[in-house]
């Protein structure tokens, strides 16, 4: 059997149907290369009192994971919701062609959690991620679906790449704008939602460029605001 088990947004998030299946799995392993771990995996380790084994993308995307649920019970934690990734979808997708048995333990993700801004979750358009940029290579076709949730007045959900830096990402963001010729007046900064030291954070991207945001973290570009959203974010500004 392979548990594919979300993780939530902190580090007792966990349920309890995620745990007794931990119970039942000869190896556990965390998928390690989506998001930047607002807790210590050690102390996840103690928490679910199993080993637990790092898992980074190639071992992941290789499905030697499926192929180790053929003979015995593994689990794959995933920090927030299980099949966000797609990656993890494609693990879903292997193990039923290897007719090894697959459950999916669900869990709070990020695209829930940014409700609390206030912006309602049906006025958001597709998400939007951004890499980090190197030095001969700077993508942002990220602009485009931003750029169609505009079109539609929609809010924009963007999800930043595990090694870029709050500062850097809005130097980009601010670079690609303005290259596909779009305004941005004000952005929603979420940084460790779910956990004691979350931050929400709504002003101009000068404004932002002095603050210090921990990860992970998510921007959002809202699209025409209700006014009670205009009132929650009221709350937030700085």
């Not at 607002?38 to 499926?66: H, Q």
């Not at 704008?177 to 991207?205: F, H, M, P, T, W």
Request: charged share 25%; proline share 3%.
């Amino acid at each position: 059997m392979l548990y594919i088990i979300g993780l939530g947004l902190n580090v007792k998030g966990i349920s309890k149907q995620g745990l007794e299946a931990i119970k039942s799995c000869k190896k556990i392993y965390l998928e390690s290369y989506t998001v930047n771990f607002p807790y210590n995996v050690k102390y996840l380790s103690n928490l679910i009192g199993k080993k637990i084994f790092i898992a980074d993308r190639k071992k992941v995307e290789s499905l030697d994971i499926v192929n180790e649920a053929k003979k015995e019970n593994i689990a794959l934690l995933v920090y927030g919701s299980p099949l966000v990734a797609t990656t993890h979808v494609s693990l879903l997708q292997e193990a039923k062609k290897q007719k090894i048995k697959c459950e999916i333990i669900y869990n709070a993700s990020i695209l829930d959690a940014v409700a609390e801004t206030g912006l309602q979750i049906y006025k958001f358009g597709k998400i939007a991620s951004m890499p980090a940029w190197k030095k001969n290579y700077n993508p942002d076709s990220f602009m485009e679906i931003i750029k169609q949730n505009q079109s539609i007045k929609a809010h924009s959900l963007i999800l930043t790449d595990i090694d870029l830096g709050f500062q850097e990402a809005l130097e980009q963001l601010k670079i690609a704008a303005k290259k596909y010729n779009i305004e941005i007046k004000k952005l929603i900064v979420c940084s460790r939602l779910g956990c004691k030291d979350k931050r929400i954070i709504y002003n101009n991207i000068n404004k932002l460029k002095t603050l210090d945001i921990k990860p992970p973290y998510c921007i959002i570009i809202p699209g025409k605001l209700h006014f009670m959203e205009e009132e929650v974010l009221e709350f937030y500004k700085i």
